[in-house]
T-cell receptor, first 110, second 117 residues
């Protein structure tokens, strides 16, 4: 199986600052990772993914870092905006199933 | 291209009743997965269907069941509802077989919020 945890249940940042959201997983065989954003009343929205053969991947204002040695995943959001306020969680693919963290609630302070 | 569509958006039921939730995947997607989301537990995997066959199942009691039709639309059913079944039920679709094995993205619907009184 798999155990997925997030380091902080809540995170507050000033608008314009960078945000870092972390995720830890337990199974070294996990090979695919996705970050999702979930706004209130909506379903999870795909942000960015990364495969286990990579350690970094960049998107528009977002970067995912994967450290397989310590089984740690992070999502970095550059120049955080009010529209980034949401719950963020990671999905860890292990075997034929995804395991999800409980989420970090990001609040952006104007 | 339309996203994953789930109906109904909200449901209120009483203990002992049964409920059926519906999910229409993204056009062309053949795999449909169901998840239960609660504040304390996060997303818990219920089951996955591909080509009308249940291919993977989570650790939920037999009261939770599902099926997939030939057009890839899926339904899940919960019988003999309990208070603890109150949750947001999410459906996710992906393109092909074995989302994780194929490194395929999961796309979620907005969910059905079920309240059991």
């Amino acid at each position: 199986g798999e155990s997925v945890g997030l380091h902080l249940p809540t995170l507050s940042v000033q608008e314009g600052d960078n945000s870092i959201i972390n995720c830890a997983y337990s199974n070294s065989a996990s090979d695919y990772f996705i970050w999702y954003k979930q706004e209130s009343g909506k379903g999870p929205q795909f942000i960015i993914d990364i495969r286990s053969n990579m350690d970094k991947r960049q998107g528009q204002r977002v970067t995912v870092l994967l450290n397989k040695t310590v089984k740690h995943l992070s999502l970095q959001i550059a120049a955080t905006q009010p529209g980034d306020s949401a719950v963020y969680f990671c999905a860890v693919g292990t075997g034929n199933q995804f395991y999800f963290g409980t989420g970090t609630s990001l609040t952006v302070i104007p | 291209k339309a996203g994953v569509t789930q109906t109904p958006r909200y449901l209120i039921k009483t203990r002992g009743q049964q409920v059926t939730l519906s999910c229409s995947p993204i056009s062309g997607h053949r795999s449909v997965s169901w998840y239960q989301q609660t504040p304390g537990q996060g997303l818990q995997f219920l089951f996955e269907y591909f080509s009308e066959t249940q291919r993977n199942k989570g650790n939920f009691p037999g009261r939770f069941s599902g099926r997939q039709f030939s057009n890839s639309r899926s339904e899940m059913n919960v019988s003999t509802l309990e208070l603890g079944d109150s949750a947001l039920y999410l459906c996710a679709s992906s393109l092909e077989a074995g989302s994780v094995l194929a490194n395929e993205k999961l796309f979620f619907g907005s969910g059905t919020q079920l309240s059991v009184l």
